[in-house]
């Protein structure tokens, strides 16, 4: 079997050496514009083009439009990057020409010449994808520089330390994204250099120094590769430009993407621009500003600046920045921009006001100061917490900047999940140790237990634990519920682990077969950790990281922005939201949460507490038919409690209840511990019990005896469950209260079946009401969750108040896929763009949406007043909600902690519906 490791491995190839032959086909001859200028004569692009220039080059395109001070320069489009990767990763020769014409253009501009070592032309080299990816490409400073011209720009600018510094940073810059040599080595001499001689910062190197380095750092380019630092600027800059492209398919680079669900096929943009110096002395400074506070969202400038230094300095950490403002300086005595450069400050505050209003967003800009005078390099919507964004997107609406339609696209629905979990802090430091599927998010840490049993015990004794399985099954709830997150070796994002630890809105990593773990010794290995039985780590369930250590936690707010932003949701949403809930304390999470009613309650999840899950077996062992009645005559006073109290949280609000759908031998003991317990508890022998369990074990259980299918063979067991949920609404009427139960039964597959199971629930329904002589209204549904059913819809919907679509199950029969293996080769289907997006995470919308959609009108054709709903685990997935509403479904179902999140995708996908319309 394949490990997570060797699979990545694996991707990683593909990503770099195969994406290359599918990508869209674009031919070697030029059918429009490949590089665009931002001149101050002339500007081709704008923010409009984004997708072709990139974010930055679109930005700068648009800011030298409006007058902003921009370092002139142009960009190659992000075409290039995908004709880059279909010419064996090599520039075409066409584009080199353009680039030099280019070049010459903008040496005219600039009133200097690229390659000319008398009165050199210096470039940056960055890269831009359509999308904000920071840090996950590559970008070089200083292009341009060699032996001769050093001595040229320290001439001309007077300041020979400059000029080497320049130089200096440029070698080592260009070794390691070009040259692809590990860069620790060449910061390894620096550093000793700084340790020899004692210096605490860069700039107290002398000119000798940095010298020193130049000769250090070529002398290391000439052993690692044969061959001496490059001196035609021509050379560096087609290579530089090449090493820029290949940055998009980098590591990091492609698991950002896969992180943010972005595609492997856009490519990047290249942004060549004429330097500008942030180095050259006590004048000159770089910075990064923020038009309002991305960690709260209040409205202030925020950013940090150094100087005497360059970009990378700020990024890199090199030297601890100083505050842009006084009020960020919080009465320290701090050097800040607002007092050394008081009129570029001014400068940089006009810049911030009218770049936000263009933009009508936060913006996140990159600065330079070059002899007092302001040099914008780049803005984009900045980076926020969930918080941040909420508050910035009604403080906008408030100052008219944005409509009350826009906030609904300005909060995304991560973001909205953010806030619902604690969080790691992203400021902590931390110790990755694995990387598994991100299943539930939140963030914990706890002592690592590998069974339910062990997590129950810590959890008595107030410790907080990590449950670490193998995979978890139902009988491992209690532990579930005990422990602080949970950790799977196997399992996907609809796995047992991964749908219940949502409903419950626990942290939870699935998926992690990196991990090797041997239970019985309680031991878990990992690369080089070895880790054991309390042992403490930390799970990020956003992103699927496992942690070494504690790592802080920040706790989720949910303040009166976010109750604002919420009620604006609901003005704009056409489909409800309910929630799926077994139990009261979910129920309650829910309505919370703002859910329109329960739109699925498993009723197997209620035999598994200790008080019951004796009786189920003793149901599912009974060798007589009044052994079997017996043993439901003890769960049936549960089950009514059960569904009591559900009605009595969701208060008159539809409650869609599931009768007992997955196979029997699930509730049956497995470990011979569980079985000799079983055996002493019920007096029955061992071997009476491991027969019984051999016996009821299929070879696909998924397809097997389940669902309705149980009610055919022990229609018994279907009549307790309907007979506790009437007396459970006749309950609740003697409190005066209003119960909706919608009643609904699994794994149809033709209309005889389920009128015969609705005539056994219904005859159950009216011998209560007579018995306890009151009327109630009720809903009999069913399930869509084979495609048979959804072919034959219309003859369902004969006998059918209501359908909700099972589209985990739905997809799987569909598709021929198991969504507990199919992580084993699906990431090879995504990698080789066979497939864009998980089907058990986005809806299947051409196979499994075409059936869907082809039940909807079938059902309403044959009753318009047809209830439809989804109970999947696509119920709060954008794309999947999006989909859903087009075809007019009355609601959608989610876990409880997801339920805002679904009432914003389905606001947003109602907005956009309208729009198209």
């Known amino acids: 079997m394949l490990t997570l490791f060797l699979i990545q491995n694996r991707l990683q190839e593909l990503v770099k050496l195969n994406k290359t032959t599918s990508l869209k086909e674009t031919g070697f001859l030029s059918k429009g514009k490949n590089l665009y200028y931002f001149l101050p004569q002339q500007v081709d692009g704008s923010a409009a083009l984004r997708d072709i220039l990139g974010s930055k080059g679109a930005h700068l395109a648009e800011m030298t439009s ?84 050093v001595e040229a720009l320290a001439g001309q600018s007077s300041d020979e330390w400059f000029a080497w510094d320049c130089y200096r940073r440029f070698i080592q810059m260009y070794a390691d994204v070009v040259l692809s040599i590990d860069s620790s080595l060449l910061v390894f001499f620096l550093e000793d250099l700084k340790r020899l001689k004692n210096y605490k910062k860069d700039t107290e190197l002398t000119i000798e120094d940095l010298k020193k380095l130049v000769a ?66 006590e004048d000159c400074a770089t910075g990064v500003a923020f038009t309002r506070n991305p960690s709260s969202g209040e409205k202030h400038l925020v950013g940090e600046f150094l100087v005497n230094a360059q970009g990378e300095d700020v990024v890199a950490g090199v030297r601890t920045p100083f505050p842009v403002t006084k009020q960020m ?128 015990q810590a959890h008595s004794r107030g410790e907080k634990v990590i449950l670490v399985r193998t995979e978890t099954s139902p009988e491992d709830i209690k532990g579930m519920i005990s422990a602080e997150g949970i950790l799977t070796v196997r399992g996907g994002i609809t796995s047992h682990a991964a749908v219940v630890a949502r409903g419950m809105g626990k942290c939870c990593v ?57 009620s604006i949701v609901d003005q704009y949403s056409d489909m409800k939201v309910r929630a799926n809930a077994d139990h009261p304390r979910e129920a309650e999470t829910a309505r919370r949460f703002g859910a329109r009613g329960i739109g699925l309650c498993r009723t197997e999840h209620m035999f598994f507490g200790d008080d019951r899950i004796v009786s189920v077996r003793k149901m599912i062992l009974a060798g007589k038919e009044s052994e079997r009645m017996e043993a439901l005559g003890e769960l049936l006073p549960m089950q009514k409690k059960d569904f009591s109290s559900l009605f009595s949280v969701m208060k008159g609000l539809p409650v869609t209840i599931r009768l007992l759908d997955p196979p029997l031998h699930e509730f049956l003991p497995q470990r011979d511990s569980e079985i000799r317990e079983l055996a002493e508890k019920t007096g029955e022998k ?35 469950q309907v007979r506790a949920i009437a007396e459970a609404v006749c309950e609740r009427m003697d409190q005066g209260e209003n119960p909706e139960p919608e009643i609904m039964i699994p794994l149809v597959m033709m209309e005889s079946e389920l009128k015969f199971i609705k005539e056994l629930v219904v005859q159950e329904i009216k011998a209560v009401q007579e018995e306890k002589k009151k009327d109630f209204k009720y809903l009999i549904g069913t399930m869509i969750e084979l495609p048979r059913a959804a072919l034959v819809a219309d003859e369902l919907a004969a006998q059918a108040d209501f359908f909700s679509f099972g589209t985990n199950d739905l997809t799987q029969t569909t598709l021929g896929i198991s969504r507990d293996d199919c992580g084993k080769f699906l990431p090879f289907y995504m990698a080789e763009n066979l497939l864009s997006e998980d089907p058990f995470s986005s809806v299947d919308q051409k196979g499994v949406g075409f059936l869907i959609k082809r039940a909807v009108e079938l059902g309403r054709a044959k009753k318009p007043e047809l209830k439809l709903g989804i109970c999947g685990e696509h119920g709060a997935e954008q794309e999947s909600i999006y989909f859903f509403n087009t075809l007019g479904l009355d609601y959608v179902s989610c876990s409880a902690y997801r339920v805002p999140v679904a009432r914003l995708i389905a606001a947003r996908s109602a907005v956009k519906k309208n729009e198209s319309n």
């Open 686 to 720: 061992e071997g009476t019990i491991r027969e019984r369990v051999e016996t009821l074990k299929e070879t696909n259980p998924m397809l097997g005896h389940r669902g309705c299918r149980l009610a055919v063979s022990f229609p018994e067991i279907y009549q307790m």
């Open 510 to 566: 699935v998926g992690c077969e990196e991990i090797s773990l041997d239970e019985s010794k309680g031991q878990l290995k990992v690369g080089k950790y070895n880790l054991e039985r309390g042992d403490v780590i930390s799970l990020d369930g956003s992103t699927g990281e496992v942690f070494f250590g504690e790592v802080p936690t920040l706790d989720p707010q949910l303040d009166e922005n976010f109750q604002r932003f919420m």
């Open 66 to 149: 409006m007058g902003f001070p921009i370092p002139p320069g142009f960009t190659i489009s992000a075409d290039m990057c995908r004709m880059f990767y279909k010419n064996n990763r090599q520039l075409p020769n066409f584009l080199k020409k353009e680039i030099k014409q280019a070049m010459d253009r903008l040496g005219q501009v600039m009133n200097c010449q690229f390659g000319n070592s008398k009165n050199p032309l210096l470039i940056s080299v960055r890269s831009g994808a359509r999308v904000s990816m920071p840090g996950m490409m590559d970008s070089i400073l200083n292009l341009g520089l060699n032996d001769e011209s």
């Open 329 to 456: 300086a919080n009465g320290k005595a701090e050097l800040t921009l607002e007092e050394k450069f008081p009129s570029v400050f001014k400068d940089l505050n006009n810049v911030c006001d009218r770049l936000e209003k263009h933009y009508k967003d936060v913006q996140d800009i990159e600065f330079t100061i070059e002899k007092n005078r302001l040099w914008i390099l780049q803005t984009r919507s900045a980076k926020r917490t969930a918080k941040a964004a909420l508050k910035v997107a009604l403080d906008m609406l408030d100052e008219g900047l944005i409509t009350q339609k826009e906030t609904l696209f300005r909060v995304h629905p991560s973001a909205i999940e953010q806030l619902l979990h604690p969080s790691l802090d992203p400021n902590a430091q931390k110790v990755r140790v694995a990387q598994g599927l991100a299943a539930s998010p939140g963030g914990v840490s706890g002592k690592i237990v590998f069974s339910s049993e062990e997590a129950f």
């Open 216 to 281: 250090c750092f070529k002398e290391q380019v000439l052993q690692a590769r044969g061959k001496h630092f490059p001196q035609d600027p021509e050379e560096q800059l087609y290579s530089a430009v090449s090493a820029v492209f290949d940055s998009w398919n980098n590591t990091r680079a492609v698991s950002y993407r896969e992180l943010n669900n972005y595609h492997h096929e856009w490519g990047t943009a290249v942004n060549v621009q004429a330097m500008v110096f942030g180095n050259r002395g």
